[in-house]
């Protein structure tokens, strides 16, 4: 399996911008996709989750810290997990990641997800 993120850049105080994450290879049935992101000199954090349930999007989960702003959702046709970012605020810079974990039960516990992107940098200006 591989993941490819993609879509950070600049965006400011109160922007919005939309990050990509596009899976192929051999993915089972049922699987959640999650975003994690991290920010300089910072530990790895949630943000939201995403379950698929025979290859159809399902349930999701966000961090309590975006919630509300986020937004995250599936192209079915495409394997594309999206998040959409609203009412951006600085805290909000960080490198983000898309993970894919086995099974049908969201986490928010990077350790438990077993497949990785390579990260996207989203950074907010104030």
């Known amino acids: 399996v591989q993941l490819q993120a993609s879509g950070g850049g600049l965006a400011q105080t109160g922007g919005s911008l939309r990050v990509s994450c596009e899976a192929s290879?051999?993915?089972?049935?049922?699987?959640?996709i999650g975003w994690f992101r991290q920010a300089p000199e910072k530990e790895r954090e949630f943000v939201a989750a995403?379950?698929?349930?025979?290859?159809?999007?399902?349930?999701?989960y966000y961090a309590h810290s975006v919630k509300g702003r986020f937004t995250i959702s599936r192209d079915n046709a495409k394997n594309t997990v999206y998040l959409q970012m609203n009412s951006l605020e600085p805290e909000d810079t960080a490198v983000y990641y898309c993970?894919?974990?086995?099974?049908?039960?969201?986490?928010?516990?990077?350790?438990?997800?077993?497949?990785w992107g390579q990260g996207t940098l989203v950074t907010v200006s104030s």
């Open positions: 290879g051999r993915t089972s049935r049922s699987y959640v």
């Open positions: 993970a894919l974990g086995l099974g049908s039960v969201i986490r928010s516990v990077s350790s438990t997800y077993r497949y």
């Open positions: 995403i379950k698929v349930i025979n290859w159809s999007s399902s349930s999701t």
